[in-house]
Every structure is written in C-alpha cells, then in structure tokens.
C-alpha cells in the first residue's frame, strides 16, 4: 500500500525512519516542465539510466522483466502527473544496492490515489493498482518550501548472478 512518508531520492536529511533504509547512490534527473513528449522522453531517460547501470540489456528473462517493471511504473507515474497534476516538472530515478527508486515532481495539489471506481476492462484508471502490484512501495511528500509534490516508487533489483 502507499504512504506519504517523506523519503525523496538523495535527501538523508528527511525525518528519521523507523526502520534502516537503503541509500541510493545515484540519482539521475531529467527536467520535463514544458516539454512535449514526456512520458516517451521519461521512458527513454530510464531505459538510459538502467543500461548505463547494467540492467540493459538484459542477461535474462527475470532481469528483463524486473527493467520493463521499472519503465512501466516510470510511464504510470509521469501519465498521471499529466492527467492530474498540470503535467511534471521533473523525473529522477535513483538506484542503490537493492532498489530503484523512481520520483516524478509536480505542481499538482492532489494525492495520488487507488482509484475506487475503475472499471475491469475499461480504460483509465488502472495506473496506481499497477504502481501497487509492482513496487515495494510508494508514496508521495510535500515540500513545504515548494508547489506541488513529489510521487514516488521503489523496486526491488533484481539478484545477481
């Protein structure tokens, strides 16, 4: 299930967390406000990101599953700042020993939400369901210094050999 609990890529100033969590290493950033195309650029950045870090391509079938998991969620979660939020500002994939963790900023003041009333079969409103199914978790934060929000995913990497 989601949370709102603060974690943005990089900041390890954030309030303390009950639990140890990961470092991530490496964060990538792509500015994405007023530019067309985004959820392919978003895409492609990624796909970028995950042959720059040895995920692409892909040794084997788990492997490439686990990257086509990450662009997935990168697509879901850049659509949905579309739909919802007045369009992104900006995309950072960050990665660490265990994880991945993908952060979309937006100017939206909503939340991201399950959708209650989505329709089997139907178009629309499926997005954060596969969010859901995918990560390990997600969430989103507010800055309180900024406009907007931050909404983001981690992902399990997948073992190596």
Same mark, same amino acid.
């Given at each position: 299930?989601?949370?709102?609990? !603060? ?5 390890? *100033? ?5 639990? @140890? *969590?990961? !470092? /991530? ?13 985004? /959820? ?16 692409? !391509?892909? @040794?084997?079938? *788990?492997?490439?599953?686990?990257? %086509?998991?990450?662009?997935? /969620? ?6 949905? @700042?579309?739909?919802? @939020?007045?369009?992104? %500002? ?52 507010? %800055? ?9 995913? %981690? ?7």
């Amino acid at each position: 299930m989601g949370t709102t609990r !603060p974690r943005p890529a990089g900041d390890h *100033e954030a309030a303390p967390p009950a639990v @140890a *969590e990961e !470092p /991530v290493r490496q964060v990538r950033r792509l500015l994405l406000l007023g530019t067309s195309g985004v /959820v392919s650029k978003a895409r492609e950045f990624t796909r970028q990101a995950l042959h720059d870090w040895g995920w692409l !391509p892909a @040794a084997d079938e *788990e492997r490439y599953a686990a990257a %086509e998991d990450v662009l997935l /969620v990168v697509s879901e979660l850049v659509t949905n @700042a579309c739909l919802h @939020a007045g369009g992104p %500002e900006e995309l950072r994939v960050g990665r660490g020993d265990k994880l991945i963790r993908i952060e979309v900023l937006d100017r939206g003041g909503g939340v991201p939400a399950l959708r209650s009333t989505r329709m089997p079969g139907r178009p629309g409103g499926h997005g954060m369901f596969i969010v859901q199914r995918l990560c390990l978790d997600w969430g989103m934060v507010r %800055e309180p210094e900024a406009l907007g929000k931050t909404v983001w995913a %981690e992902l399990a990497v997948p073992p190596l050999d």
